[in-house]
């Protein structure tokens, strides 16, 4: 908890956009010449170079979908449910960030754009990025023991000398005891896992159900055809042997950040929201 709270007081919800989190890494940088006037600086970057890819497709969806139903600004200034969902965020949900002056003022559709795109990123494609890898790593515990229950040994000390006569048992003695290793590494391979009712980024079980009106329902066949031509760039990149980091030394492509999924333990697919 104190990691976190040190963590949340530099907390920025316009640096949780994917363009502005790769400008203060120092991996990108505005250039008007590149797509979407964006230019990274590491070429070889598969979650930034297939994350952008997501980011600018939910960006164009979302900013086709407000436009359909808020014509001007005004429309966005007026809209008091609007008003009211975005000053409970703040004032409720960030409560203690409140008053800082990053936040959109949410009066024109701009606003409205940016700040839905922002959400949607965090809640599909970044998480998607940070979760569903977790299983093929640390579903081995002593790549990521969960806890360390001794202090580093003192040189000289007993235990630092059975690290040295028997570095296996010395570890083991160390990090996560068997019977909370079994609740861990089950807790992760289930956040790993797909189900097979899982509904991903672009698609919708009923679209009908959820609005007849023609002009969303064009943008959002128009996002799944972009996130479906993403999948096929992203096989692409990875049978490209230049790439050396979309496979890495060990031949594992880089598929996190791709768009769809089966059922099960995939280390792929970007479910509509995160779902636990």
């Not at 203060?24 to 940088?29: E, L, M, P, S, W």
């Not at 164009?60 to 429309?75: A, I, L, R």
């Amino acid at each position: 908890m104190e990691m976190s709270s040190a963590i949340y007081k530099s907390w920025n919800f316009l640096e949780q956009a994917l363009p502005n989190d790769l400008k203060k890494r120092g991996i990108a940088v505005d250039d008007k010449n590149s797509p979407n006037g964006l230019r990274l600086l590491i070429k070889d970057y598969p979650y930034a170079v297939d994350g952008l890819e997501i980011w600018f497709a939910i960006e164009k969806w979302v900013k086709e979908y407000c436009s359909f139903y808020y014509k001007s600004d005004g429309m966005v200034h007026q809209d008091a449910e609007l008003q009211a969902w975005w000053k409970e965020l703040r004032e409720k949900g960030h409560g203690d960030k409140k008053d800082e002056p990053w936040w959109p003022k949410m009066n024109t559709i701009e606003d409205l754009t940016h700040s839905c795109t922002i959400i949607i990123w965090v809640a599909s494609a970044l998480h998607a990025a940070v979760n569903f890898g977790q299983y093929p790593y640390a579903g081995y515990l002593p790549n990521r023991p969960t806890i360390s229950r001794k202090f580093m040994p003192e040189k000289g000390s007993p235990e630092y000398q059975l690290i040295e006569s028997d570095p296996e048992r010395g570890f083991l003695s160390i990090v996560t005891p068997q019977l909370q290793t079994l609740v861990g590494v089950s807790l992760i391979e289930i956040l790993s896992r797909h189900t097979s009712d899982e509904v991903y980024l672009g698609q919708r079980k009923d679209p009908d159900e959820w609005t007849t009106d023609s002009g969303p329902l064009k943008a959002f066949h128009d996002f799944g055809n972009r996130l479906s031509e993403i999948e096929k760039r992203i096989i692409q990149m990875n049978n490209d042997k230049t790439l050396k980091n979309r496979v890495g030394p060990v031949n594992v492509p880089y598929t996190l950040l791709f768009p769809t999924s089966e059922a099960g333990i995939t280390g792929m697919g970007i479910p509509n929201s995160v779902s636990i």
